[in-house]
């Protein structure tokens, strides 16, 4: 099997003549599908390695639709990133604006909105449930809510975090049939560095970052066994985690591996730079493609 997929690899090389940039994202897919046990990709009827293997007619397909993205900090850092995307890519023509008026939704619009507060994930399940119900959810073809790395941190209880929003989604899915819920990952952040981390190695404490992420991890692996390969699931851990040349940025406690934020898509430890979002944002739109067009 290994033989066969770099002979593949290399064929779709030569064909294609892919540059290095184009190389990274679809090895990033790859690490995307790997981290959700590559129950995903089983079922699709179309595969896209990279945003310039999408066609313009799966582009338009994707323009045409009605999507609302509920989010926080994170989710502009992305949104500026699919905006980004789009000048390189003229096909790409989604109509992006903030709102969470069903008004604004007669149209195709690639709508979004603040939810809920943060540190409190409740809030957000609750304040997306609220914008479905006032009419979101009888206009909408795609929906996803996105919670943010400061809604689950080391004080987290993972397993109460996780059936809040279980229950929202099973509730929101009964009562919007039509309506495509796309499950996302929590994002992740970098781990402390320097003097202070090296010290607080030697004297056993605790360096940032590390326990923070081991319970987002713990929070979207239960996520990826719930819905994956039953129901579309983002992984934007899995995006964050991935390094350019394809490997993981990760860190070890326990004898365990976790994913980390990979330090060159952030300036300060946990929203996306130019960098990052861009990568997030191409992952984004091929996934949204792949979705639409099976």
């Given at each position: ?5 770099k002979k ?6 030569e ?11 679809s090895?990033?897919?790859l690490a995307?599908?790997s981290?959700s046990?590559?129950k995903?990709d ?10 310039k293997?999408?066609?313009?007619e799966?582009?338009q ?9 509920g ?10 990133g699919v ?6 890519n ?7 604006v903030?709102?969470?008026n069903p008004?604004?939704f ?7 909105s603040r939810v809920g507060?943060n540190?409190?994930?409740k809030s957000?399940c ?10 979101l ?6 929906a ?7 809604d ?40 402390q560095t ?12 605790p360096?940032?970052?590390?326990d ?5 991890e713990?929070?979207?692996q ?5 819905f994956?390969?039953k129901e ?5 851990a ?7 040349a394809?490997?993981r940025?990760?860190?070890e ?8 934020l ?11 730079n130019?960098l990052?979002?861009?990568v997030?944002a191409?992952?984004?739109l091929?996934?949204l ?6």
């Amino acid at each position: 099997m290994i033989r066969i997929l770099k002979k593949n690899f290399a064929i779709s090389h030569e064909l294609r003549a892919m540059s290095y940039a184009i190389l990274a994202m679809s090895l990033i897919a790859l690490a995307i599908t790997s981290c959700s046990g590559g129950k995903m990709d089983s079922t699709n009827k179309v595969s896209f390695p990279s945003i310039k293997d999408v066609p313009a007619e799966a582009w338009q397909n994707l323009n045409e639709k009605k999507i609302y993205f509920g989010h926080q900090s994170v989710g502009y850092n992305i949104l500026d990133g699919v905006k980004d995307v789009m000048k390189e890519n003229p096909p790409i023509k989604l109509q992006i604006v903030e709102t969470n008026n069903p008004a604004d939704f007669n149209a195709p619009v690639f709508a979004h909105s603040r939810v809920g507060k943060n540190t409190d994930p409740k809030s957000k399940c609750e304040d997306f449930s609220v914008f479905m119900d006032k009419g979101l959810g009888e206009k909408t073809d795609i929906a996803f809510l996105k919670l943010c790395y400061v809604d689950v941190t080391s004080n987290t209880v993972v397993e109460k975090v996780f059936a809040g929003y279980k229950e929202t989604m099973s509730v929101l899915k009964s009562k919007y049939p039509k309506v495509t819920f796309v499950h996302i990952t929590v994002p992740l952040t970098t781990l402390q560095t320097g003097p202070k981390a090296w010290i607080k190695k030697i004297i056993g404490r605790p360096v940032a970052g590390v326990d923070d992420n081991i319970k987002r991890e713990t929070f979207n692996q239960k996520l990826r066994n719930e819905f994956s390969g039953k129901e579309p699931v983002f992984d934007l851990a899995a995006i964050e985690s991935t390094l350019p040349a394809g490997s993981r940025a990760i860190f070890e406690k326990d004898g365990k591996a976790y994913p980390r934020l990979v330090p060159e898509y952030t300036d300060d430890g946990g929203h996306l730079n130019a960098l990052g979002r861009k990568v997030a944002a191409e992952q984004l739109l091929i996934f949204l493609a792949k979705l639409v067009n099976q």
